[in-house]
């Protein structure tokens, strides 16, 4: 059962991944949707690897598309993005 979870969401982040240059800002928010989905998982490949993709293209639309959730399982993402958009000229 676990393992039919994971390769759901392991083929839908690949998507994503895979159509990023298509339309990135509804491509980053489905991945931040999906990282909510993640979260009380185990699958934190997947996770560590939407964390990494928003963290490395994410841009102050993308930061204020995670406050407006108000959901408190995005604070780490939120936190990377912000510190990362903070110290981009470092």
């Known amino acids: 059962m676990t393992e039919n979870i994971y390769s759901k969401y392991k083929t839908l982040l690949d998507e ?5 240059d298509d339309d990135p800002m509804k491509t980053m928010c489905q991945m931040v949707d999906l990282y ?13 690897s939407i964390s990494l993709w928003i963290t490395e293209n994410g841009n102050e639309k993308i930061l204020k598309y995670i406050e ?3 959901n408190p399982k995005l604070k780490r993402l939120q936190d990377f993005l912000l510190y990362k ?3 981009r000229g470092y």
């Open 68 to 70: 407006d959730k108000h």
């Open 85 to 87: 958009l903070q110290n």
């Open 16 to 20: 994503l991944e895979t159509n990023f």
């Open 36 to 48: 909510e989905n993640l979260n009380g998982t185990y699958f934190h490949d997947l996770s560590d």
